[in-house]
């Protein structure tokens, strides 16, 4: 069964500061995507990763994979407010078969 | 393009009576998906479908959840009876083909199902 852990679950971080969130999985998986949800609302598309060493950049967000490692970050560059909010990882259980396992999910909260 | 479509926002019941969700994915997307998401955890898949047949309801529990997409394009997803533990947040999402076109699935908005 495809495990998928985040850490940290909470997070408190002052505006201005670096971090990364940590997404490790259990089995062999190409295919990983990141998550946005702010409270009350749906999940937002942010990265799709595809192979390995992949990263890809969105204004402060950076996303990086390695399958070998079985291990995406989610780093976080001179955070703001606006980007409070719980980030999930989320693999494609069976490459091919099309299924999502999420993760446990980060609850960021950006402090002023 | 318009988003996944989801109704009602919100349900309250009691245990024991029925509830049927209703989703609506964004136009010419295959596969349609119902997650289920517990407060504070992440999305748990239920069930998928490629048009109107299901590839995958194994964690669905078929004694009281149920699931259809008849043509191929709306889907809904009913409980009968409901427990205690269904309360959550039922999300429908949907893809152009799966992932295998490389595209994240779109999320509806949910709807918060409340068991009292």
């Known amino acids: 069964e495809l495990k998928v852990e985040q850490n940290p679950l909470f997070l408190s971080m002052q505006e201005g500061k670096n971090y990364t969130i940590y997404c490790n999985y259990s089995t062999t998986s190409d295919r990983l995507y990141w998550y946005r949800q702010d409270p009350g609302k749906s999940l937002e598309s942010l990265f799709v990763l595809l192979s390995n060493g992949a990263v890809k950049q969105e204004g402060r967000l950076m996303a990086s994979l390695d399958t070998k490692a079985r291990l995406s970050t989610l780093h976080i560059t001179a955070a703001v407010h606006d980007l409070s909010a719980t980030y999930f990882c989320?693999?494609?259980?069976?490459?091919?078969?099309?299924?999502?396992?999420f993760g446990t999910g980060t609850r960021l909260t950006i402090i002023p | 393009e318009a988003g996944v479509a989801q109704s009602p926002r919100y349900k309250i019941i009691e245990k024991r009576q029925s509830v049927a969700f209703w989703c609506n994915p964004i136009?010419?997307?295959?596969?349609l998906y119902w997650y289920q998401q517990i407060l504070g955890q992440g999305p748990k898949l239920l069930i998928q479908f490629q048009n109107n047949g299901v590839v995958d309801d194994s964690q669905l529990p078929k004694d009281r959840f149920s699931a259809e997409r008849l043509k191929g394009v709306d889907s809904t997803l009913k409980i009968q009876p409901a427990k205690l533990e269904d309360s959550a947040v039922y999300l429908c999402?949907?893809?152009?083909?799966?992932?295998?076109?490389?595209?994240?699935?779109?999320f509806g908005n949910g709807t918060r199902l409340t068991v009292t």
């Open positions: 989320a693999v494609d259980r069976n490459f091919g078969n099309e299924k999502l396992t």
């Open positions: 136009s010419g997307h295959a596969t």
């Open positions: 999402a949907s893809s152009r083909g799966g992932l295998s076109y490389n595209s994240p699935l779109h």
